[in-house]
């Protein structure tokens, strides 16, 4: 019941080896016999709202938040993970969460967590213990070696996995699986999905005019580039060939900006690994969740990703495509779904995908559907003679 705003605490009731007896009878009324089964209990806060709207409230946020079975009839195996990057420290107050609640769930579930990142990383010490196993001290700012420094500091430990949930530990984190012999999808597809130009290449689309740089001199040193450039028509986006929470993402109008755009990119340091200009796609944006098992699409969830300041018409060199606001389920048409649905399923696959959690993004060229102002809300409506649509896929993360 965390961040309940209709909670004002939460109690929990310890119990041998995280194990609750099942009620015995539904009709159940003693109170000892429920505390026993209970993992726990909260305190309402006082509210204006009456006594039956409060419980009214509480009642459908427990449905929302038991809407997939928790309760296990059997003990998890028990798991020792090795997890690279901690993650920033949360701040409650802030809203900035971290990885305390990842921790917590795995402690729950009786996942032991390893945790290797830098020296002087905030879960190194003894405030944060509690959060996991045990601490491993290493190198992280050595890109080129981090595999190797990750399989050697876990070599001789009895591990189940390695994972992480930081971008720029990926591909080294699949790369140190391998070594390491453990489960871990293929690194070749892993570095495709991090690397937007071989996305690209990979999910070739002839709507989609491309050019890629090494740096941004080329456009007025390289007389292929120029020539190629030239091809090009705008609105364009320009784009580190690897980031992440659109570091570095701008919408371009004319070659003036163009030029601004690539030079923020090299100041920002974002360009080691080249930069991307492609085609600025008009149309909704959708993030969508996806779990795979062996190529078998088994679970997807698609939301809405309203517009940012980017999609404005009127876009100018200071405006980015940080993410606004996402709307669960998405209000696009059953027809456009299921387009989503089977083609990012199908892109997946070919990006060398078989079995995991994806986080995908995407747009839909000529939708039936536009974010139009209504009164004081914005939302997606109908569009009167819309052409056919399709899905552009703006790749994994």
């Known amino acids: 019941m965390r961040h309940c705003e209709l909670i004002e605490s939460i109690v929990h009731f310890p119990a041998p080896d995280n194990y609750f007896p099942a009620l015995t009878s539904e009709n159940e009324t003693s109170l000892q016999a429920l505390m026993l089964s209970s993992p726990g209990a909260f305190l309402v806060k006082r509210s204006a709202a009456s006594q039956d709207r409060t419980w009214k409230l509480i009642e459908d946020d427990l449905a929302n938040r038991f809407s997939f079975q928790w309760v296990l009839p059997t003990k998890p195996v028990p798991r020792r993970v090795a997890m690279v990057g901690g993650r920033p420290l949360f701040d409650w107050e802030r809203r900035s969460y971290g990885s305390r609640g990842p921790f917590e769930a795995a402690k729950g579930l009786g996942v032991s967590l390893i945790v290797l990142d830098r020296p002087g990383h905030w879960l190194e010490g003894d405030t944060y213990a509690h959060l996991r196993d045990s601490f491993i001290a290493i190198d992280v700012a050595n890109e080129a070696e981090l595999p190797s420094i990750i399989a050697n500091a876990l070599e001789g430990e009895a591990i189940d996995a390695v994972v992480t949930f930081s971008d720029e530990f990926v591909i080294a984190t699949a790369k140190a699986a391998e070594k390491l012999h453990l489960p871990s999808e293929a690194v070749g597809a892993i570095v495709r999905a991090h690397h937007k130009d071989k996305t690209r290449q990979v999910l070739n689309n002839p709507n989609i005019q491309t050019l890629r740089l090494q740096n941004a001199q080329q456009i007025s040193d390289d007389p292929s580039i120029i020539e190629q450039l030239d091809t090009l028509l705008y609105p364009l986006i ?50 969508a969740n996806f779990m795979l098992w062996d190529g078998e699409l088994i679970f997807s969830e698609i939301s809405d990703d309203f517009p940012c300041t980017a999609d404005s018409a009127n876009t100018t060199i200071d405006d980015n495509f940080v993410e606004t606001l996402m709307v669960l389920p998405s209000l696009l048409p059953p027809a456009e779904l299921e387009l989503l649905r089977s083609s990012l399923h199908q892109d997946l696959l070919r990006l060398g995908f078989r079995t995991g959690v994806f986080h995908v993004e995407g747009r839909i060229q000529n939708s039936s559907r536009q974010y139009k102002g209504i009164g004081n809300v914005l939302d997606l409506a109908e569009v009167i003679g819309g052409g056919k649509s399709q899905l552009i896929n703006l790749g994994p993360s």
Do not use: F
Not at 243 to 269: C, F, P, Y
């Open 238 to 287: 320009v784009k580190p060939c690897r980031g992440g929470a659109s570091r570095g993402v701008k919408k371009v109008h004319n070659i003036t900006m163009l030029r601004q755009a690539l030079l923020q990119i090299e100041k920002d340091q974002l360009s080691k690994d080249g930069i991307l200009i492609e085609t600025y796609v008009d149309g909704p944006e959708v993030d």
